[in-house]
């Protein structure tokens, strides 16, 4: 077990690819355990045994339906209303962000998704207005990861595959715990945050700063312009106000009206009974693809295809990624089954006395240093069969454990050194990767207490399953 663990970090400090990591701990391990004719039986068979599952097509499907939003403008749509009428409260543009990382994450699916649509809209906005750099992109990195949370959520599909509870009931778990995030963030950020709007040390406001700066000497170097008259500010106010009052009536509802439609047709057609999950994944996706010719209909034929096109390549190497990350998985799990490690760490906590809570407790808080140096899912397919055996033998639901598992996921996705969502948002923006890690820190102790919260109280979670079991 030491040897196979040691080589698997050795291969992820390398960079060699996750699934490449964990397929090669597998076999290496059942190797030394079983023998090489054992490892290479299991190599042959698992891949296929693994990903040939029906269940597994909802996967492909969600990712697809997520491409297809975000090529249909929802994203842009749900920000521009989140911004009209929230923009005047405390922190009232970093509230509208969250709302729209929220609404869209209600249908891509996707972290990284919302979090590189997001930045792309609202970091530069909120950036002119005040907020320093570390603020305006660590929320984006933290409300995106709303995205692994609330339905439908990959994350939460793949757990519920991985542990055979129900699809259904695993996505309706998680819209509350969803939601209290999202208005954990909003508090933050209207109570808090906003006192930092217009103050900010960070290294690359300064640099925006000397630059403005420059380009102020520069126009005054040539001369004073020409001054405006009362006229022309009466004017000018006058306009703003008429435009004040036709932006309500411009304002993109569309966006609105399909995030509504897609998620009462994916969410309110399985709990419904007239579609299951993978039938109303798949009415999704066609719903979206209606959506995105709708929305790119005036630009011709040539734009709706060139949109297809590239969702559908999207869709076919993030899928392809995360069934390889599964094969992988599934072989690391094999060995760890062979080696009878669930079984070992439940005899060893067991010995120890403690109550179960607390047991489980420890062991899930172990999830966050694992956070800072794996990616997201592959913690969730490393963790989930050592952690859920141990949950069953306690007597404890594994709803609830998938939530709390994804809840550390999501907090492991903004975590130094390999916070994906950070390193995305600094790709998109240009910002430095440390400027946004540095602004994560206060939302690194919301997370906590909401993941608290949901750990104490397990009925947040399992309230809507119950009732979705009853129905």
């Known amino acids: 077990m030491l040897i196979s663990l040691a080589v698997m970090i050795l291969l992820l400090m390398t960079k060699t690819p996750v699934s490449l990591a964990l397929g090669i701990t597998g076999v290496l391990g059942l190797s030394l355990l079983k023998g090489f004719g054992h490892a290479t039986h299991v190599l042959g068979s698992t891949p296929f045994s693994q990903v040939s599952s029906y269940s597994l097509t909802i996967v492909p499907m969600f990712i697809l339906m997520g491409m297809f939003a975000v090529r249909a403008k929802i994203a842009e749509h749900v920000f521009a209303i989140a911004n009209r009428f929230v923009s005047k409260a405390p922190g009232g543009l970093g509230v509208a962000t969250i709302m729209a990382c ?16 997001m930045s792309k809209l609202s970091v530069a906005e909120m950036r002119a207005n005040g907020y320093p750099a570390s603020l305006a992109t660590a929320l984006v990195a933290v409300a995106g990861t709303l995205g692994a949370m609330i339905p439908p959520s990959t994350f939460l599909v793949l757990y519920a595959i991985m542990a055979n509870v129900s699809v259904s009931q695993m996505l309706a778990a998680g819209i509350l715990p969803g939601l209290l995030s999202a208005a954990a963030y909003i508090g ?3 109570l808090v945050g906003s006192k930092k709007i217009g103050k900010s040390t960070d290294k690359d406001d300064l640099e925006v700063a000397v630059g403005q700066a420059y380009r102020q000497a520069v126009e005054a170097a040539r001369g004073p312009r020409t001054p405006v008259t009362t006229l022309e500010r009466v004017e000018e106010s006058e306009s703003q106000t008429n435009d004040d009052n036709k932006r309500a009536e411009n304002l993109p509802w569309r966006g609105l009206v399909r995030i509504g439609l897609l998620f009462a047709i994916v969410l309110g057609g399985m709990y419904s009974g007239v579609f299951t999950s993978t039938e109303s994944a798949a009415m999704g996706a066609l719903v979206a693809l209606v959506m995105l010719i709708l929305e790119n209909r005036h630009q011709g034929l040539r734009s709706i295809l060139w949109h297809f096109k590239g969702a559908l390549q999207d869709t076919g190497s993030t899928t392809a990624m995360v069934f390889l990350i599964i094969v992988g998985s599934a072989l690391l799990s094999a ?7 669930p079984d070992a760490i439940t005899a060893s906590v067991s010995a120890i006395g403690l109550p179960p809570m607390l047991t489980m407790a420890l062991l899930l808080v172990c999830l966050i240093p694992l956070g800072m140096v794996l990616e997201s899912l592959s913690i969730l397919v490393i963790s989930v069969p050592i952690l859920l055996p141990i949950a069953l033998e306690f007597g404890l639901d594994p709803i609830w454990l998938g939530i709390i598992i994804v809840k550390l996921i999501e907090i492991g996705m903004v975590t130094p050194p390999v916070g994906i969502n950070c390193f995305v948002v600094a790709g998109s923006t240009g910002v430095r990767t440390e400027t946004v890690f540095k602004g994560v820190l206060p939302f690194f102790t919301v997370d906590l207490l909401v993941t608290a919260l949901l750990f104490l109280v397990p009925s947040i979670t399992l309230f809507l399953p119950s009732l979705v079991n009853n129905a």
């Open 335 to 341: 060995f760890f089954i062979s080696a009878k490690v």
């Open 102 to 117: 929220a609404g869209f994450s209600a249908v891509s699916g996707s972290s990284i998704g919302t979090a590189a649509t």
């Open 188 to 190: 933050y950020i209207m």
